[in-house]
């Protein structure tokens, strides 16, 4: 299976926005210095390098699967002494055992066909006395206005294609049940959003996807899957921006959020 989105401009636009306070606030109140982490699937590196500043002097290592972004995130940190990045495999960490302190991935789980699997990996990096802190969108939860009907076709098709190509779009509520069926005994869940709403952000986030439909692998993907041809994508990509601009315009994406423990 490969990454449903890709590594477009577009794509890697909504991942370096990310921080510590919009997309891991759950993980805070565990984090301390001089702890050790290990951050997969890390993109560009935002929330690694914020991380990284928390636990300073602690060190922190993202791993991502793609080494172009890989390379993208470790120009970002050059000269830095307590993070840096790798490419690395979900499944198969290039770390011992009971090695780091917190294990973290975000938005990861979605993607893998093996979040199972993958958790185990992450609890044997952990070890015994170790966290793992995972969080994910959950897609079918996802509600916003104005009802604009292409927006439909969007979540229609975006859950066909991610299905298709990268694992499971309504992550966000399975990650207890998969953390469970990892062996661990200890979870703790909570919830947080997103919402996109004011110009800026709906601006942003609208934009973001009216080019994300077109030109990332998110579009091969509906066309190889039979799921979307280019007048579907070219409606979806008008209708974001038609949403973007409308001054009703909000968003609401729901994240579930797991720290677990053996």
Known sequence: MSYAHGHHESVLRSHAARTVADSAAYLVSSLYPGASILDVGAGPGTITVDLADRVFPGRVVGVDAASDVVEVARAAVAGRTNVEFRVGDAYALDLPDASVDIVHAHQTLQHLARPVDALREFGRV??????????????????????????DEWIETYHGVHRGSSGEPDAGRRLKAWAREAGFTRIDGSASVWVFDTPDKRAWWGGMWADRVLASAFADHARALGLADDALLRRISGAWREWAAHPDGWILLPHGEVLARW
Not at 126 to 145: E, N, S, T
Request: hydrophobic share 45%; charged share 15%; no cysteine.
């Open 126 to 151: 952990a070890g015994p006395d170790g966290l793992v802190a995972v969080r994910d969108v959950d897609y079918g939860g996802v509600i916003w206005h104005p009802q604009i009907p292409a927006l």
